[in-house]
């Protein structure tokens, strides 16, 4: 299963990177937002930065809704750099558009997705990714990891060569999960990540470890 970032703020990247685990990024509107990235000049500059820092596919979400709108953005974004992965929602307009651009061999990533059905148009009309978002699937009372897990089993029924990538992801049991599940990638804040690392057994294990080493070298 591939690691990716779902931050659009540059520190969180290199330290992501630093940890040696990170296969690539996930942005969308409200992290670009977040990080105050405004105007399409900067939005692109950031894109490129991002694509500098990581090796690996970086998913840059359109804003357009209609047809024409979402394959002129896409065109673009998908211009600036190889490892762009051009993000586009769930509609109508916008499976089109995933068709349109699997032909003329740009990659995308299929966003908000919550149910098989999304995930079965998505993967028909040629998405490289699907994003099932598991974290506000939870939020209403229903089982996202669920969701993944029955993502995963059409895909492979089907031979289908779309990959899973859960997204709103809220912690680290739910990377555990989506493991489990067959997720081909997690994308995640970076606290979700770091929470991997975390067993009090291997922090007293390893104060022992050291105490031991201590003692005999008196
Ligand atoms: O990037 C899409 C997704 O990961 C958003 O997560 O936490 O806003 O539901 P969240």
Known sequence: ?????????????????????????????????????RGEENIRKHYVAICEIVDGDVSAE???????????????????????????????????????????????NCTLVFSP????????????????????????STDGVELIARIVDIYRYYDLPTQVLAASIRHSMHIVDCAEAGADVVTCPLDPILGLLKHPLTDIGLEKFLADH???QQ
Do not use: C
Request: glycine share 10%; proline share 4%; charged share 25%.
């Open 1 to 37: 299963m591939r690691f990716f970032i779902d931050t659009a703020n540059l520190d969180q990247i290199r330290e992501a990177m630093d940890l040696g685990i990170l296969d690539g990024v996930t942005t969308n509107p409200s992290l670009m937002a977040k990080e105050g990235i």
């Open 62 to 108: 359109v804003i357009a809704t209609d047809y024409e709108g979402i394959i002129r953005e896409g065109e673009a974004l998908a211009a600036l750099h190889p490892q762009v992965v051009v993000k586009v929602p769930m509609i109508r307009e916008g499976v089109k558009a995933i068709r349109a651009f699997h032909s003329k061999g740009i990659r995308t």
């Open 117 to 140: 059905g999304q995930a079965i148009l998505a993967a028909k009309a040629g998405a490289t990714y699907v994003s099932p978002f598991i974290g506000r699937l939870d939020d209403v």
């Open 214 to 216: 201590r003692k005999s």
